[in-house]
C-alpha cells in the first residue's frame, strides 16, 4: 500500500503526521505500507489545502503510485471544515482509479494537539478537555510543552522529535483523539476491508 499525505503546512506538519500515519497504519496491520508526505507542490496553508484545483492536480500527478491519499488540515475553531472536505473527498472519487481514495481529516483544532496525546506527562493544570477545545493550541500549549522538554530547537521547533516520541504511544492518541484520529482510522480500516490493498 503506497499512502501519501498531503498537509497543509509541509515545513511544520510532516514532522508530525508521517509518524502518526505510520504508527496509524501499524495499529491496522499495514506494517509495510510507504507513508510519503507531498513535497511537490508544497501547500502553504489551509485556503490551499481546500483548494480543488490543488488538489486535482496533486491526485493527477501521484495517481499513478498512490493507494491512499490522506489530506490533513487543522480544524482552527471552523465548524464547518468538515463539510468542504467531504466535498474534496467526493471530487476525488470522480477521478481517481477504483480502489484509490482520497481521505480528508481536521484535527481538533491543530495537528500539534495529536501529538500532546502522546504524553502523559503534560503539566497537571492542563485538563485534556481544555485541551482540545482551545482554537490555538500550537501557541498556548505545544510550544510550552516543547520548552518543558527542552526540544524547542529541535527540527520543526520540536516537533519531529515529539511526534515520534507520541507515535510510540498511538493508542493513548487515538483514544483521547476520537473526533479526528480515530474517526480517520475508522475510515481507512473500513476502506481496507472493502478490499483495498
Same mark, same amino acid.
Given at each position: 500500500?503506497?499512502?501519501?499525505?498531503?498537509?497543509?503546512? &509541509?515545513?511544520?506538519?510532516? &514532522?508530525?503526521? /508521517?509518524?502518526?500515519?505510520?504508527?496509524?497504519?501499524?495499529?491496522?496491520?499495514?506494517?509495510?505500507?510507504?507513508? #510519503?508526505?507531498?513535497?511537490?507542490?508544497?501547500?502553504?496553508?489551509?485556503?490551499?489545502?481546500? $483548494?480543488?484545483?490543488?488538489?486535482?492536480?496533486?491526485?493527477?500527478?501521484?495517481?499513478?503510485?498512490? #493507494?491512499?491519499?490522506?489530506?490533513?488540515?487543522? =480544524?482552527?475553531? /471552523?465548524?464547518?471544515?468538515?463539510?468542504?472536505?467531504?466535498?474534496?473527498?467526493?471530487r476525488a472519487a470522480k477521478v481517481l482509479k477504483t480502489? &484509490?481514495?482520497?481521505?480528508?481529516?481536521?484535527?481538533?483544532?491543530?495537528?500539534?494537539?495529536?501529538?500532546?496525546?502522546?504524553?502523559? #506527562?503534560?503539566?497537571?493544570?492542563?485538563?485534556? =478537555?481544555?485541551?482540545?477545545? %482551545?482554537?490555538?493550541?500550537? %501557541?498556548?500549549?505545544?510550544?510550552?510543552?516543547?520548552?518543558?522538554?527542552?526540544?524547542?530547537? %529541535?527540527?520543526?521547533?520540536?516537533? /519531529?522529535?515529539?511526534?515520534?516520541?507520541?507515535?510510540?504511544?498511538?493508542?493513548?492518541?487515538?483514544?483521547?483523539?476520537?473526533?479526528?484520529?480515530? $474517526?480517520?482510522?475508522?475510515?481507512?480500516?473500513?476502506?481496507?476491508?472493502?478490499?483495498?490493498?
Amino acid at each position: 500500500m503506497n499512502v501519501l499525505i498531503i498537509p497543509e503546512d &509541509h515545513t511544520k506538519d510532516q &514532522h508530525m503526521l /508521517k509518524p502518526i500515519v505510520k504508527a496509524m497504519l501499524e495499529h491496522l496491520g499495514k506494517r509495510t505500507a510507504t507513508v #510519503d508526505v507531498c513535497g511537490d507542490p508544497r501547500l502553504q496553508g489551509v485556503s490551499q489545502a481546500l $483548494n480543488w484545483e490543488q488538489i486535482r492536480e496533486i491526485l493527477e500527478e501521484y495517481g499513478w503510485i498512490t #493507494d491512499l491519499f490522506l489530506l490533513c488540515v487543522d =480544524r482552527d475553531g /471552523k465548524a464547518g471544515r468538515k463539510t468542504r472536505l467531504t466535498q474534496l473527498e467526493k471530487r476525488a472519487a470522480k477521478v481517481l482509479k477504483t480502489g &484509490h481514495i482520497l481521505l480528508a481529516e481536521n484535527a481538533w483544532q491543530e495537528i500539534e494537539v495529536w501529538v500532546l496525546a502522546g504524553f502523559d #506527562d503534560l503539566p497537571s493544570e492542563w485538563g485534556w =478537555r481544555q485541551v482540545r477545545q %482551545e482554537p490555538n493550541p500550537k %501557541e498556548v500549549y505545544f510550544v510550552p510543552y516543547a520548552e518543558q522538554r527542552g526540544v524547542e530547537h %529541535e527540527l520543526s521547533n520540536g516537533r /519531529k522529535v515529539l511526534a515520534e516520541q507520541a507515535a510510540r504511544r498511538y493508542k493513548r492518541i487515538r483514544r483521547l483523539c476520537k473526533e479526528d484520529v480515530a $474517526n480517520l482510522e475508522g475510515r481507512i480500516k473500513d476502506w481496507i476491508k472493502a478490499g483495498a490493498r
